[in-house]
């Protein structure tokens, strides 16, 4: 998705159609949705944050995580 507004509003119309996610993830340069079709097809919706975002080690190399998306402050994009 081309930002973090526009990746709340594919997962607001997801779960409005009573899709279940099969789980979210924070990687650090990145945030991700992932989901299955009715074929059992793995799917991914993600975002890519800024280079400027993208959290750093101590010798500057990129450094990746895998923490939990929270699905309430991502959905809290569209309050405003």
């Given amino acids: 998705m081309p930002d973090r507004r526009e990746l709340a509003r594919?997962?607001?119309r997801i779960l409005d159609h009573g899709v279940s996610l099969d789980g979210m993830s924070d990687h650090g340069v990145s945030e991700a949705i992932y989901l299955h079709d009715p074929?059992?097809?793995g799917i991914e919706?993600?975002?890519?944050?800024?280079?400027?975002e993208w959290p750093t080690e101590s010798d500057g190399s990129?450094?990746?995580?895998?923490?939990?998306?929270?699905?309430?402050d991502?959905?809290?994009e569209l309050v405003s």
């Fill in 39 to 41: 074929d059992a097809n």
């Fill in 10 to 12: 594919a997962v607001k």
């Fill in 74 to 76: 991502l959905l809290s």
């Fill in 45 to 52: 919706i993600y975002r890519d944050r800024g280079r400027s």
């Fill in 62 to 72: 990129v450094k990746m995580t895998l923490e939990p998306l929270d699905l309430s």
